[in-house]
Nanobody
Framework: QVQLVESGGGLVQPGGSLRLSCTAS????????MRWYRQAPGHQRELVAV???????NYADSVKGRFAISQDNAKNTGYLQMNNLLPEDTAVYYC????????????????WGQGTQVTVSS
């Protein structure tokens, strides 16, 4: 059984920073991709950032230059560094990862975290 747990959300003023973490636990062989999504009230869930093979990154236009995604394979943890936060970044942020177990590699399954609230307000 694999679980993803996010942390690091909270209330921050506009222009501030937060770092979200997403830690995978269980019998993990490899995390081939990790993604951060967000969902604001009344809006669809949107993809914010993705990292594949530990280093290839891609971002939504709305966060380019402000957010940075990274991954620490030794800790089975992904991060989303969010700088210069804006009120429109307010949302529940979800981690999603493609994970292989020793018994299933190279096949992988997608797992979701429970979400962490980010509120940007003065």
């Amino acid at each position: 059984q694999v679980q993803l747990v996010e942390s690091g959300g909270g209330l921050v003023q506009p222009g501030g920073s937060l770092r979200l973490s997403c830690t995978a636990s269980g019998r993990i062989y490899r995390i081939s991709a990790m993604r951060w999504y967000r969902q604001a009230p009344g809006h669809q869930r949107e993809l914010v950032a993705v990292i594949t093979d530990g280093s290839k990154t891609n971002y939504a236009d709305s966060v380019k230059g402000r957010f940075a995604i990274s991954q620490d394979n030794a800790k089975n943890t992904g991060y989303l560094q969010m700088n210069n936060l804006l009120p429109e970044d307010t949302a529940v942020y979800y981690c999603n990862a493609d994970i292989s177990m020793p018994s299933t590699w190279p096949a992988h399954e997608a797992y979701w975290g429970q979400g962490t609230q980010v509120t940007v307000s003065s």
